[in-house]
């Protein structure tokens, strides 16, 4: 899928906020990282230049960087957005507390409902179960 620059730093942006959110980095995140920047063909040189300039921001400062970005994208770009964030909240198999907080304070300043996010993940892991299921058949 070929998204906007715009999509791809704001999802990561707001991606390694939310992994760090509480404390600890899981293996789960990791991987599910990456299965999104793969999903989403974030390319390796992107990936590279985002954690070199995020890690000279304040989690402030790559919060509204992240808002900036997102903001700037059109609803399906954000909407997707916020499913891979969940999916990712959720990798470790629990979310926590602020990851919670930053997901609703996020989709408050993107102005995406969360409702239409949890229906849009289910969706699409129904989706990915249906292409698996195809695929072994």
Do not use: W
Not at 65 to 74: A, D, F, I, M
Not at 116 to 128: E, G, H, P, Y
Request: with cysteine.
């Amino acid at each position: 899928m070929n998204r906007s620059l715009n999509f791809q730093l704001g999802l990561l942006h707001f991606a390694h906020l939310l992994m760090s959110s509480d404390g600890r980095i899981d293996e789960q995140e990791k991987a599910m990282l990456e299965r999104i920047r793969n999903e989403e063909e974030i390319p390796h040189t992107l990936y590279t230049y985002f954690l070199n300039v995020a890690s000279r921001l304040s989690e402030l400062q790559s919060y509204r960087t992240g808002v900036e970005r997102l903001n700037q994208c059109n609803e399906e770009e954000k909407l997707s957005a916020f499913v891979h964030l969940y999916r990712l909240a959720q990798a470790d198999d629990r979310m926590d507390m602020k990851e919670v907080r930053f997901l609703l304070y996020s989709l408050k300043q993107t102005k995406i409902d969360f409702e239409d996010v949890v229906l849009s993940a289910r969706l699409s892991s129904m989706d990915f179960v249906n292409e698996s299921q195809k695929r072994v058949a």
